[in-house]
Structures are given as C-alpha cells and as structure tokens.
C-alpha cells in the first residue's frame, strides 16, 4: 500500500534501555509529525519536520527523546534509558507540506494521514 | 481551557439513527478542522476536513463548521454497527494537530 508504514508495531523493552521507533511517510508527503497516545490519554504532539529539519520539537517530553529525518523521507524516534511512563502507542503522520503561516488557511497541504502506530511497553 | 474539547460521551444511537458529535476549541485564528475516527486498537483515520463556515457533506458525513462561535460538530446519517468507534475533532496550530480527547460512539443493532 502507498500508507504510512511504521516498524515495529510492537516493542517490548526493559527499563532504562533505548528504542528506536521507525516512520515511513507517504511517498511525496514533505512534512512528519510524531506523536503518541497513551491509555486512556489524547492524542499528544511530539515532533514536527519539514523535509529534514525539525522547526517545532516543543512536544518532546524530556531530552531523552530525540528524532531525525534523512533524505525527507524516513524518520527515526529514539528514546534513551526508558522509562514505563514511556508505554505508549507511538504515532507517525504525513501531510504533503504545512500552509504556509502558522494557522494555516485551509488547505488539502495540511490533512495528516497516520501510520498503524508502534506499541511501546516499557517493563 | 484545554484548546480542543468534544462532548465525552459514551454517545449509544439506535442503528439507522443520526449521531451528532460537538467539539470546540479555543484559538479563534484557527482555519483547518479535521474529524477522525479510530475504532479499539486502530491508529486514527482522516473522515472529514472543513476550512469554511458551513456545511460540507461527504457520503453519510456531514460536517459543520462555525468560526465565530468556534464550534465544530459531525453528524453521522444512517448509523451502522460499522460506525462505532472513537471520533476525534483536531485542529490546526501552529503546524500540528491539537486533538480532543473523543467521543466514543456506540451503534446498537
């Protein structure tokens, strides 16, 4: 399919350990965002990348987060030394490219298609 | 103020009913509203977008769109047992999404 792909869909991992959490955006879809959903939470912002620049890392929890986008296309999120509040679904999404101006005017440029998510579940 | 709030439900319709989903939010600049859905153990799936004050209907998706009362909704014509899920409303800041926490929706057969 030509959908975001996500690796893996489950990780298991003890605490204090690092993870790598791969997204796969839609092929021509300039912009990644990553986010993450815990149990019974909303849906919260983490990162945000246009081509391989990151503008917006606000959502990022702690500096043991940390991501990167090569060639515009693939992205990694890793999380250094787990925690179990780390456990979450962790969601990748791609839009072709954010309107220009920060409230967008309305545009098909800013709809955001998600991947499948990866299960994180930090012992 | 949390920036994007949805009427929690559990929301129960009968099935062939109309569900009607509520959401607001805070910043009045915002332009692009968007409805997801996202059924038990699903990543959320884009349903509807709006960008103007009005309706826009889509299949049995009608979405509402009301800037200066900074309200949203969705209304689900025909409910079917397929749609029950979760139904997110987002809004566009500052290049991310800000979602509502969800409004499960239950269609009884």
């Known amino acids: 399919g030509a959908g975001v792909s996500q690796s893996p869909s489950n990780k298991v991992t003890e605490k204090g350990k690092d993870v790598e959490l791969r997204c796969d955006p839609i092929s021509g879809h300039t912009a990644l965002y990553w986010y993450r959903q815990s149990l019974g939470q909303g849906l919260e912002f983490l990162i945000y990348f246009q081509g391989n620049s990151a503008p917006d890392k606000s959502g990022l929890p702690s500096d043991r987060f940390s991501a990167e986008r090569t060639g515009g296309s693939v992205s990694t999120l890793t999380i250094q030394r787990t925690q179990q509040e780390d456990s979450a679904v962790y969601l990748c999404a791609s839009s072709l490219g954010p309107e220009s101006g920060a409230q967008g005017r309305g545009s098909l440029d800013n709809e955001q298609f998600f991947g499948p998510g990866t299960r994180l579940t930090v012992l | 103020q949390k920036e994007v709030e949805q009427n929690s439900g559990p929301l129960s319709v009968p099935e062939g009913a109309i569900a009607s989903l509520n959401c607001t939010y805070s910043?009045?600049?915002?332009?692009?509203f968007f409805w997801y859905r996202q059924y038990s153990g699903k990543s959320p799936e884009l349903i509807m977008s709006?960008?103007?004050?009005g309706d826009k209907e889509d299949g049995r998706f009608t979405a509402q769109l009301n800037k200066a009362s900074q309200y949203v909704s969705l209304l689900i014509r025909d409910s079917q047992p397929s749609d029950s899920a979760t139904y997110l409303c987002?809004?566009?800041?500052?290049?991310?999404?800000?979602f509502g926490a969800g409004t499960t929706v239950t269609v009884r057969a």
């Open positions: 987002a809004v566009w800041n500052d290049y991310k999404l800000s």
């Open positions: 709006i960008y103007s004050n």
């Open positions: 910043d009045r600049g915002s332009q692009s």
